[in-house]
């Protein structure tokens, strides 16, 4: 309310009605027309979002809409009220501007699909397009029409509880990924009722925030910024994202919402981006906490000045932006151009033409269109992390009774996972549900809970629970953590299994019986305490709706475990930032270097352990590799080759490689192409990932997987952060993950 009241101060003034814009002609004519008639008050009131939260109009907001000096609105999903909303501004206005109306939709409205980071794990971009297109359409049936996601935060640690909405570790697949899932939300006409605005975030490195605590300080180097945490930043400009919102966090000392170096200087001069920078919630007052500024008032400046927009949910612009332009300080033009901006959204969405929404038009939500989405989307997400005798698939001929125990397993709101401000847990399936379902009458199930929570450090069901694995001939185990236990503001420094679940799992293993752990949560997990003590590992994340049916088919063998992990599971905290793209040292380790801890004589010299990079307690290696996931199939790479042994600058390279299913079982794997520049001007990693392709291979099937390598996918930012190519020695990999050793050579030369 403080936001209109301090707008509706700056409307005492009589203003004349305005004709309204252009009905048609190009969107840069219509808008230059409309920012001809605005007053100052307009202008601001366009960069300015009201927090609505309330399912009906308050006659504060509708004044305010109504003086023109509101341009969005935020958390209101109600189409009556929505509609109502839109009618007071292009009804009742001076000049008839709609509103753009945000909304969280991050990865499903009603029908929710696993998270992000769940998501990624498929390696498919596809999933991930038409996930966002089952989201944007019902977001969009409520008169929803901007959504803020894709995340696309490259991140590295999974202490961040955000790391739930990214896209894992790596570059290239975020790009990847981020781009498929703009193209779903915004579609193939952005005017289409049916799409909607989509958001790349947190521009930029918020993914790197120090010991993995939300809104906590980042130190980047420029070089690093460039290579990394930029990429897919910039594929999601490419795909035509419409905005961008800035990060809570400061980087090199400059918090990114007062950042000019990103919004101005990278963002719209280096790469051209015409649609509008939105801040985080509050960012721009938060300039002040950060010490960035002394005042409201040096903070709407030091914004405004950097490249912002719009303000979400704050006032900073509304009290002291029209102060600033009188004063001078603030260009009149950096005003129109952010206005400009914004009106050239809305005229892309077709909000003048229509700005109403008739909910009539479009499919029920959670229709079965939208479930069997979800469904694909949880089954190719989940991660076989291990399957030791091939204890799966289970075979419900083959056994009798089957053992349900955990927090998990029958849990619809806790598989949602995190930024399910819509999703509706009634339309969940949970995996016990979906047992129960498969097994019919043929099979027993026996489910007990045996913790209340994922945190629960309770044992009184121990015993109960020891005796019905006892009692049954395999036992599935769902753990994991709560949805709560991701996502922001909920970063965590233990990252193990929370609560008595290792010591669940261990009591379990005393049985002997074939132990199957199902894991759902937000993030990666230290596994290490039990990972010897169950014969497998179904790492879930957080499902979504179709959980239950996802899991259920692939624990009996119905579908076949495809997913490949966007990022690297550590053996202990203490490795973390640990990822499979590091750069080498001058002392880099090897399995004949390492001597861990235990086997040191007390009395050893000082240097009889090396001189190499890694932790006497742990080694180098991960628990679990990027690119890592198994399947029912067994697939065989060999007969890696290169098109030529040396290409010019500008040329094209195919690396390629013979993949067989040797198995009995049809089944899709996910080949992977990694690259290391061997010498550079400044230090490359040890492989990066440069292409992937998600193939379907029948009993015995036999393909050849190729990848087409321009030079210019070998570019870096180099010592003078300039986009380079540079000549020399190459190694690249084909292989189902990051640690495959099959191996090729080629070269780049300057002249041909």
Not at 355 to 365: G, I, L
Request: net charge negative.
């Amino acid at each position: 309310m403080a936001v209109l009241c301090g707008l509706l101060l700056m409307t005492h003034m009589t203003i004349s009605i305005a004709a309204p814009p252009a009905a048609s002609g190009p969107i840069d004519e219509r808008v230059g027309a409309l920012l001809e008639q605005m007053t100052l008050a307009e202008k601001i009131g366009q960069m300015a979002q009201v927090n609505v939260g309330d399912s009906y109009v308050h006659d504060y907001l509708a004044e305010g809409i109504r003086a023109g000096q509101v341009g969005s609105v935020i958390n209101v999903v109600d189409v009556e009220v929505i509609n109502e909303l839109q009618r007071v501004a292009v009804e009742e206005s001076r000049l008839g501007i709609p509103l753009i109306v945000g909304r969280d939709v991050i990865h499903g409205f009603k029908t929710v699909m696993p998270i992000p980071l769940g998501q990624a794990a498929t390696w498919n971009p596809d999933v991930l397009r038409d996930g966002a297109r089952v989201a944007a359409r019902e977001a969009a049936s409520t008169g929803v029409n901007w959504t803020f996601a894709p995340m696309i935060d490259v991140t590295r640690d999974p202490r961040w509880g955000r790391i739930a909405e990214s896209l894992g570790e790596d570059p290239h697949l975020a790009s990847v990924l981020g781009a498929a899932m703009v193209e779903g939300y915004q579609g193939d006409d952005l005017s289409a009722p049916d799409t909607i605005a989509a958001c790349a975030k947190h521009f930029a490195g918020y993914g790197a925030v120090e010991s993995g605590r939300d809104y906590a300080t980042t130190n980047i180097p420029e070089n690093e910024l460039r290579n990394v945490y930029l990429p897919p930043f910039k594929a999601a400009v490419d795909a035509g994202v419409q905005t961008l919102m800035t990060s809570f966090s400061d980087i090199d000392g400059v918090p990114a919402t007062g950042n000019e170096f990103l919004l101005r200087r990278i963002l719209r001069e280096e790469w051209g981006f015409e649609g509008f920078v939105v801040s985080d919630w509050d960012s721009i007052r938060q300039l002040q906490i950060h010490g960035l500024t002394a005042s409201d008032r040096e903070s709407a400046y030091e914004a405004a000045v950097a490249g912002v927009d719009m303000e979400m949910h704050g006032d900073a612009y509304t009290n002291h932006l029209a102060g600033l332009v009188e004063d001078g300080r603030v260009d009149i033009d950096l005003v129109d151009q952010a206005v400009a901006s914004i009106l050239r959204v809305k005229f892309e969405l077709g909000l003048f033409e229509n700005p109403y929404t008739d909910p009539e038009t479009f499919p029920p939500v959670a229709n079965g269109d939208a479930l069997a989405t979800a469904r694909r989307a949880a089954v190719q997400s989940v991660v076989m992390l291990t399957n030791e005798h091939h204890v799966l698939p289970l075979s419900a001929d083959k056994l009798k009774s089957v053992a349900v125990i955990g927090p998990l397993a029958d849990a619809p709101y806790e598989q949602l996972g995190t930024w399910i401000f819509d999703g509706d847990p009634q339309y969940s399936v949970t995996p016990l549900e979906a047992i129960r379902d498969l097994a019919g009458d043929s099979l027993e199930v026996r489910y007990l809970r045996g913790l209340e929570v994922s945190r629960s450090k309770d044992t009184g069901a121990f015993d109960e629970a020891t005796a019905v694995a006892a009692d049954s001939d395999a036992v599935l185990l769902f753990l994991g953590e709560e949805s709560i236990l991701s996502g922001e503001a909920h970063s965590r420094a233990d990252i193990s299994l929370p609560g008595a679940q290792a010591e669940l799992v261990r009591r379990i293993r005393e049985t002997g019986k074939p132990v199957v752990a199902v894991i759902m949560a937000g993030r990666p997990l230290t596994l290490s305490d039990i990972v010897d003590h169950v014969d497998a590992i179904l790492f879930a994340w957080h499902p979504g709706t179709m959980a239950g049916p996802a899991i259920a088919d692939l624990l009996f063998g119905i579908e076949s475990p495809s997913g490949k992990l966007p990022v690297t599971f550590p053996r202990m905290v203490g490795q973390v930032p640990i990822y499979y793209s590091q750069k080498n040292t001058g002392k880099p380790p090897s399995p004949e270097t390492v001597v861990l801890i235990d086997d040191i004589d007390p009395r050893a010299p000082q240097l009889s352990t090396g001189m190499t990079a890694f932790h006497l307690d742990a080694g180098y290696t991960p628990l679990f590799a990027f690119g890592h996931g198994l399947s029912y199939a067994d697939f065989d790479y060999q007969d890696i080759r290169s098109s030529a042994s040396e290409i010019g600058l500008g040329e094209s390279i195919t690396i390629s490689a013979e993949l067989t299913n040797t198995s009995e079982v049809a089944a899709d794997e996910v080949a992977q192409l990694y690259v290391r520049d061997l010498v550079g001007n400044v230090t490359r990693p040890v492989r990066e990932l440069k292409g992937f392709r998600r193939v379907r291979l029948g009993p015995g099937e036999r393909i050849r997987v190729e990848f087409v390598l321009h030079t210019d996918d070998l570019a870096f930012f180099g010592r003078d952060n300039e986009l380079i190519t540079e000549p020399g020695e190459f190694h690249a990999w084909i292989g189902g993950s990051s640690e495959t050793k099959l191996r090729t050579e080629f070269r780049i030369v300057a002249d041909r």
